[in-house]
């Protein structure tokens, strides 16, 4: 019999009709008991007009001061590397069997569908919350299958945790199981960061549709405000 050797424990948030009556929304993390921290930022959901399918967030974070290592291997620095350049930020791991693969995948397929001038136009960065097994090589083996120039990083776990913990998304460390699996519990959305100010400015929730991506990437490749 097989067995899996990491799980991952996803706690949906409300549904779009949640969203709209909702005053603030907490980034909390999947997975994680009690319904998040009471250090999480708190993200306002914006009302006002937005050309994004994604949601408007009215806080818009500063992108994290995090220096970690890229599938080459090489030192990479997220804020001055990705400056000037929109920026797709999700925080995972290549084990997980559900909502890390989907969304990598949603994007990939959304950023294959844009034309290659508009590609080369955004950074899709996966920071890895399971360093230990995460290496470089891993890395780049499991994102190539959904995005060749897609950035993997990897490294120290505690500022992985400090960068998250900026935006509101909590990642709490791989803990192993009595039968010796392991439960990596991590926050499940992605940040969108706009080129003009290297800022958040929308927000994607665990279960996003792939046509959401389709319809606000090339919004992103031209920069627009949301």
């Known amino acids: 019999m097989h067995r899996t050797t990491r799980t991952a424990r996803t706690t949906r948030l409300a549904g779009a009709a949640a969203l709209a009556l909702a005053a603030a929304l907490t980034l909390s993390a999947c997975g994680s008991s009690g319904g998040g921290s009471s250090s ?3 993200v306002v959901q914006q009302k006002d007009d937005t050309p994004y399918q ?3 967030l009215a806080k818009n974070f500063e992108k994290p001061d995090l220096q970690l290592t890229d599938t080459s291997g090489q030192p990479y ?3 001055q590397q990705t400056n000037g350049k929109a920026t797709l930020l999700f925080f995972g791991y290549t084990s997980c069997p559900d909502v890390c ?7 990939g397929v959304a950023m294959k569908a844009l034309p290659a001038e508009e590609r080369k136009k955004i950074n899709v960065v996966f920071v890895s919350t399971d360093p ?3 290496t470089p ?3 780049r083996s499991w994102l190539d299958s959904m995005g060749t120039d897609f950035i993997g990083l990897t ?4 500022k992985v945790k400090t960068a998250a913990k900026s935006l509101g998304i909590m990642i709490e460390d791989p803990v192993v199981n009595a039968d010796g699996t392991v439960t990596s519990t991590h926050g499940a959305q992605v940040l969108a960061f706009l080129p003009s100010d290297d800022k958040a400015h929308v927000l994607y929730m665990s279960g996003t549709e792939e046509k959401t991506y389709e319809h606000d990437l090339p919004l992103l490749a031209k920069g627009v405000a949301a």
């Not at 693969?101 to 994007?107: E, K, L, S």
């Not at 490294?155 to 505690?158: Q, R, S």
């Open 40 to 42: 999480a930022a708190k």
């Open 54 to 56: 994604g949601t408007k």
């Open 77 to 79: 620095d997220l804020r």
């Open 101 to 107: 693969p989907t969304t990598m995948g949603d994007i």
């Open 132 to 134: 230990q097994r995460d």
């Open 137 to 139: 090589k891993v890395l």
């Open 155 to 158: 490294g120290d776990l505690e």
